[in-house]
């Protein structure tokens, strides 16, 4: 489900308990304060698997409504409680963005709704989070801060890492500091990016930015003035702290993919120029430049 959908679902239903079954990783997210009462990882929950176990089915005859996107055993579930919904995925060649997809079946399912539903997803920081992204970032006291994520789930999704790297050169030749986020799978290219940065004609170092909580990751995006990306989650999560966001596309579609956010601006195959243009107009005129 995604963050927005939690928070409809329970500002419309009100449960007395909310559990959330989420990909591990997300779990930072959804363990936040006021998001639900118990996360558990679906990899744990047996959901994935075929055929279905015994223990999986004893606990979902717990729950009063079981409401999913996921799950293999789908017939199963829905023959054995009476109240399950697993709900359709995005059909391909959908021109309908993947939030208002889900906004369109949890209301087709739960109409009329006594709640809005949110225009983007929103990260909930604990106080010791904050800390830690202000210690993240402590050497950067007298500088604006952006982050540069080069990573995507696949190779065409991959904005060239000549094109990051000039950017990256471009915003440190004004004054701000520029971290390089770099996840699991990112290592090739933010290699890449250093290497470019250190051969340039002013050369210059990048410092590594590799944090594995997504909610600690947040926090630190939040305390920063630009964050630059391809369509991945990082740049998702990016938006969703409030940090204004340049997401890049290359192959997927924007208008279905794109992060939402209160400050995102998108650029399709862009040139380097186009990408600096963009930055110029939406951006650094703004002077959106948090000190930490």
Not at 143 to 157: N, R, T
Not at 214 to 223: D, F, H, K, Y
């Amino acid at each position: 489900m995604s963050m927005p959908g939690m928070v409809w679902v329970r500002e419309t239903l009100k449960p007395t308990w909310f559990e959330v079954w989420a990909e591990r990783a997300n779990l930072p997210l959804v363990q936040a304060p006021g998001q639900a009462d118990r996360a558990v990882a679906l990899a744990d929950t047996g959901i994935d698997r075929y055929a279905l176990p015994e223990g999986l089915l004893d606990r979902l005859r717990e729950f009063d409504l079981v409401l999913s996107w996921w799950g293999t055993g789908v017939a199963t579930v829905t023959r054995m409680h009476p109240n399950s919904y697993f709900l359709k995925a995005l059909p391909q060649g959908t021109s309908h963005h993947i939030l208002d997809f889900k906004r369109s079946q949890l209301e087709a399912l739960f109409s009329p709704a006594s709640a809005d539903f949110p225009p983007h997803p929103t990260i909930y920081w604990t106080p010791e989070d904050i800390q830690f992204a202000k210690r993240c970032l402590e050497d950067c006291q007298d500088q604006a801060v952006a982050v540069v994520h080069p990573g995507a789930s696949g190779e065409g999704k991959r904005w060239p890492a000549i094109g990051f790297a000039s950017v990256a050169d471009w915003l440190v030749a004004r004054g701000m500091r520029v971290l390089l986020a770099e996840g699991p799978l990112d290592r090739s290219a933010t290699d890449e990016i250093a290497r470019l940065a250190a051969a340039s004609a002013h050369p210059f170092e990048i410092q590594r930015l590799r944090i594995g909580n997504l909610r600690q990751l947040s926090a630190v995006l939040g305390l920063c003035a630009l964050y630059v990306g391809n369509d991945s989650g990082i740049s998702h999560l990016a938006a969703a702290s409030g940090t204004p966001t340049l997401a890049i596309f290359t192959v997927t579609a924007p208008q279905v993919w794109a992060p939402r956010g209160p400050n995102v601006w998108i650029c399709v195959n862009p040139t380097v120029d186009e990408v600096w243009a963009k930055l110029n107009d939406e951006v650094l005129r703004r002077e959106r430049l948090p000190s930490v």
